[in-house]
């Protein structure tokens, strides 16, 4: 079946480092990527998606592409900002599988300290 | 501007005492997604309704029911609470079905206690 393996965290940056949280993907077709976003308290926020290989998806300066050959949708930002801790969940949807379900990750909390 | 919302954002129940938590959306989606998610673990997909369709997944548990009784309306009963059954309960909706390129738009929230 399909699955998503993210980054274990929780990850500690100071404000203006460089981010990654690595995420790969296993599916039986072509799925669509996405990198949700949960703040303290919250729902889930769509941040970015992909749907098709080298497609590269982008929002408020978070950047990820999808990369078939290496099956991964590593999140990157280049300078984060205390205002970015949050918990960051890669997921996908996959068509060939079952069409009503999407796929999360267990979710990597990003703590930026000023 | 709120397009999915759910009510109350807190909840308070009793072990074994029916709880109905509530969610509405304006963006007039097909599909209405109930999740619980545990101490910032994925969530886990309890059921969905597309449009009327109800669709359970097969490791949810008894206990839980839902009720769609138009489209911008969608509840979850819990009928017998247990401890464990203390979450963050999450609704979210999506014009068409989650498994195609569609969008998930999630509400904040309904954290459940249970005393």
């Known amino acids: 079946g399909d699955s998503v393996t993210q980054m274990e965290g929780p990850v500690t940056l100071s404000e203006e480092a460089f981010l990654t949280i690595n995420c790969t993907y296993t599916?039986?077709?072509?799925?669509?990527l996405f990198w949700y976003v949960q703040y303290p308290g919250e729902g889930l926020q769509l941040l970015l998606k992909?749907?098709?290989?080298?497609d590269k998806g982008s929002n408020k300066g978070f950047e990820a592409t999808y990369r078939k050959e290496t099956t991964s949708f590593h999140l990157e930002k280049g300078s984060v900002q205390v205002s970015d801790s949050a918990v960051y969940f890669c997921a996908l949807s996959d068509p060939s599988a079952n069409a009503g379900k999407s796929t999360f990750g267990d979710g990597t909390t990003l703590t930026v300290k000023p | 501007d709120a397009m999915v919302i759910q009510n109350p954002r807190y909840q308070v129940t009793q072990f074994g005492k029916p709880v109905t938590l509530s969610c509405s959306q304006t963006l007039n989606h097909n599909v209405m997604y109930w999740y619980q998610q545990k101490s910032s673990q994925a969530p886990k997909l309890l059921f969905h309704?597309?449009?009327?369709?109800?669709?359970n997944e097969a490791d949810t548990p008894d206990n839980f029911q839902s009720r769609r009784p138009n489209t911008s309306f969608c509840f979850l009963d819990i009928r017998s609470p247990g401890l464990g059954d203390a979450a963050m309960y999450l609704c979210?909706?999506?014009?068409?079905?989650?498994?195609?390129?569609?969008?998930?738009?999630f509400g904040p929230g309904t954290r459940l206690l249970v005393l």
């Open positions: 309704y597309y449009d009327k369709d109800f669709n």
């Open positions: 992909a749907t098709k290989a080298d």
């Open positions: 979210a909706t999506s014009r068409e079905l989650a498994g195609t390129q569609e969008t998930q738009y």
């Open positions: 599916a039986t077709g072509y799925p669509s």
